[in-house]
């Protein structure tokens, strides 16, 4: 079993940054890929970028590609998303999640995760 918790959502203005952080437990965390999703009011659930368990291969959504960036502290159970320059559009709620042990390529879709957090409120503004 893995639980997941993120952290460090809140309101900035446009052009503004965030740093979420998602705190991990559980035995599959270190053999698995991780990546952050999110979702807007009446949209669906979108992929924003992802790491492979080892840290040495990411990816990430055209949407927000130079702007996000993507770190892990497999040591610490944790992984983080650095949004700079942030737009009105990446406003949304933003999950955690990591795929299945022994699943260790960085997948840019939902099915392939197998464990969420509840997410943290991203409110981008002017």
């Known amino acids: 079993q893995v639980q997941l918790v993120e952290s460090g959502g809140g309101l900035v203005q446009a052009g503004g940054s965030l740093r979420l952080s998602c705190a991990a437990s559980?035995?599959?965390?270190?053999?698995?890929?991780m990546g952050w999703f999110r979702q807007a009011p009446g949209k669906e659930r979108e992929f924003v970028a992802a790491?492979?368990?080892?840290?040495?291969?990411?990816r990430f959504a055209d949407a927000v590609k130079d702007r996000f960036t993507i770190s892990r502290e497999n040591a610490n159970n944790a992984v983080h998303l650095q949004m700079n320059s942030l737009k009105f559009e990446d406003t949304g709620l933003y999950y955690c999640?990591?795929?299945?042990?022994?699943?260790?390529?960085?997948?840019?879709?939902?099915?392939?995760?197998?464990?969420w957090g509840q997410g943290t409120q991203v409110t981008v503004s002017s």
């Open positions: 999640a990591a795929r299945r042990r022994g699943a260790v390529f960085p997948s840019a879709y939902t099915h392939d995760y197998a464990y």
């Open positions: 559980g035995r599959t965390f270190s053999m698995s890929a």
């Open positions: 790491i492979s368990w080892s840290g040495d291969s990411t």
